[in-house]
C-alpha cells in the first residue's frame, strides 16, 4: 500500500490484460526524460516530454499522481496513448510525493510545471496560450485544482518562469476528489486526517513555529479549515474556469461520485462548461478506463484544439 500511484497504475493494467480493449494505432513519439522545471530544498522537480511525430501544437499536462505519490517509474505512456495518437505533447509531471509532501506543499509544484511549460513553449512548439490537464484519483484533483485556481506569476519574481501565468484551460480527469468540506454530502467535513492510510500523510499539516525552531501538527479547527478550503477545486469555481470533463465510477468507495456530482453543479451554476460520464456499477477503477482515455481527447479537440478558432 506504501507504493498507492504505483499499485493503482498496474491495478489499471491488470484490468486492460483481463479485458482487453479495442484496438488503437500505437501513437509514434520521442520521448524527453527528467526535463527539470523546478527545484525545491535542494531537489529536482522533472517531467517526461512525449512528442508525438504528427504534434498539432497543442499540449496537455497528465499529472503523475495516485493518493499524491508521484514517480518517474510510474509514468506509462499506455494510459495517455489516445491523446498522443490525436497529436497532443503530453507532459507527464512528477510532483513533490506524499509522505514527505503533504498536498498544500505539492499543488506549488503543479502551478511551476505549468509556468515552466508555458514559458518554453516555442521550444516545446505548443500554443503557450492554450494547455490542457488531465489526471486520475488524485492527478484528477490536482487537474481540477489547477483549472479553478491556475492564474497570473508575480511580475516582480526574479525567475522569468514565475512570472508567467499557470492558468489551465481544459480538464479532463478520472474519480476526483473536489471538496474537503463537503465530502459525501453537504457539509460533511473530511479535515481530521481520516483518509484511510496510505493516504493519511497527505493531509497530515503541520507549521513552522519559530520559537520551539520545529514543526508543529495543525490541530485548530478553522485552521484546517481554510488549508481544507484551499486545497477543493469546487471551492474556487468561477466564471472563467476551465471547461471540465469528470467521469467517475458510480460505486467509488474510495472518493464518492458526489464529488463529482458537486463540482459539475457548480461549474453550471458558474456557467462554466462542465460534463459528468458516470460509469454505472464501477468503483475507483474499472475495465473500460483505458477506452475512456477517447472521451479525453475528444473534451480536447472541442476546448483546447479549436478554442482558438472559435469553434
Not at 505519490?69 to 498522443?84: D, G, K, Q, T, Y
Not at 509544484?109 to 514559458?119: E, G, K, L, P, S
Not at 478553522?222 to 488549508?227: F, G, H, N, S, V
Request: positive net charge; glycine residues 8%; contains cysteine.
Amino acid at each position: 500500500m506504501r507504493h498507492a500511484l504505483r499499485s493503482l497504475l498496474a491495478a489499471l493494467l491488470l484490468l486492460f490484460a483481463i479485458h482487453p480493449v479495442p484496438a488503437q494505432d500505437k501513437a509514434d513519439f520521442t520521448r524527453t526524460q527528467d526535463v527539470i522545471y523546478g527545484r525545491k530544498f535542494g531537489l529536482s522537480l522533472t517531467m517526461d516530454v512525449f512528442t508525438p511525430k504528427k504534434a498539432n501544437g497543442y499540449g496537455v499536462v497528465f499529472v503523475v499522481s495516485g493518493g499524491w505519490f508521484s514517480s518517474p517509474a510510474s509514468i506509462n505512456p499506455i494510459f495517455f496513448n489516445e491523446v498522443l495518437r490525436r497529436g497532443y505533447t503530453v507532459f507527464a509531471v512528477v510532483h513533490g510525493s506524499q509522505p514527505k509532501f503533504t498536498v498544500i506543499e505539492i499543488v506549488p509544484d503543479m502551478h511551476r510545471a505549468v509556468r515552466f511549460i508555458r514559458t518554453n513553449a516555442k521550444k516545446f512548439h505548443v500554443d503557450a496560450d492554450h494547455i490542457g490537464i488531465m489526471g486520475v484519483s488524485a492527478g484528477g484533483h490536482l487537474s481540477l485544482l489547477m483549472g479553478t485556481t491556475g492564474g497570473p506569476g508575480d511580475p516582480k519574481a526574479a525567475d522569468p518562469i514565475d512570472r508567467a501565468s499557470s492558468a489551465i484551460q481544459p480538464v479532463a480527469c478520472f474519480v476526483p476528489a473536489t471538496d474537503f468540506l463537503n465530502w459525501g454530502g453537504k457539509g460533511k467535513e473530511l479535515i481530521d486526517r481520516d483518509l484511510q492510510p496510505p493516504f493519511t500523510a497527505a493531509i497530515d499539516y503541520h507549521a513552522f513555529d519559530k520559537k520551539k525552531a520545529m514543526y508543529m501538527r495543525i490541530t485548530d479547527k478553522e485552521a484546517l479549515r481554510k488549508i481544507a478550503r484551499s486545497i477543493s477545486p469546487a471551492a474556487h469555481i468561477k466564471k472563467g474556469s476551465a471547461p471540465s470533463l469528470i467521469i467517475h465510477g458510480e460505486k467509488d468507495t474510495l472518493v464518492p461520485v458526489q464529488q463529482a456530482e458537486h463540482f459539475v453543479a457548480k461549474c453550471k451554476e458558474a456557467e462554466v462548461p462542465a460534463k459528468l460520464v458516470v460509469r454505472k456499477g464501477e468503483g475507483h477503477v474499472w475495465p473500460g478506463m483505458l477506452t475512456d482515455m477517447s472521451l479525453f481527447a475528444d473534451w480536447f479537440d472541442v476546448y483546447l484544439r479549436k478554442i482558438k478558432k472559435g469553434e
